[in-house]
């Protein structure tokens, strides 16, 4: 398949230029391998441009459910605009930007998706380790062998059933 020419330079907000020094990149060398940049798209569009087979949860009314977040984990995945492409790697204080669904996986060859939800409102985390290519998922909680969450037990693995 052909290769993509590398992306020019990302721009980044005036804000973050004021001083003439880039802000911090969201994913320093040490997590590279993980992602090089994000931005947020309305997931509405997303499920509509991706039918993956499962119900739609439409958003809660609140807003908070009701963008898809993507990690891309290289730069020539990234949307092609530069100002998008320099404030999804960089930290200037504008926040993760927000485009369109197809603009947003545009330059995406592979991508993976994980549907997630957190009915009971515990803390919840999404641990992303670059490791060897597995789409394994595994489910950790604080719990004992049965029985309800209790956060003084340590994270345990458990089956993705598990409620």
Not at 15 to 35: H, L, S
Not at 121 to 143: I, K
């Amino acid at each position: 398949t052909a290769q993509r020419p590398p992306p020019a330079a990302p721009a980044i907000s005036a804000a973050a230029a004021g001083d003439g020094t880039a802000p911090p990149e969201y994913f320093p060398q040490t997590a590279k391998g993980i992602g090089h940049g994000m931005v947020r798209a309305p997931k509405s569009e997303f499920v509509d441009l991706y039918d993956f087979g499962n119900p739609y949860d439409a958003s809660d009314g609140k807003g908070r459910n009701s963008d898809v977040l993507i990690v891309y984990a290289r730069e020539n995945a990234m949307p092609d605009d530069a100002a998008i492409r320099g404030n999804g790697t960089y930290e200037d204080g504008s926040g993760v930007p927000r485009i369109g669904a197809a603009d947003a996986t545009k330059n995406c060859d592979m991508m993976n998706v994980v549907l997630m939800d957190n009915p009971s409102g515990h803390p919840q985390c999404l641990a992303l380790v670059n490791n060897y290519l597995s789409y394994h998922v595994q489910r950790w909680m604080r719990v004992g062998e049965r029985g309800a969450v209790d956060s003084n037990l340590p994270l345990r693995a458990v089956s993705r059933g598990y409620n």
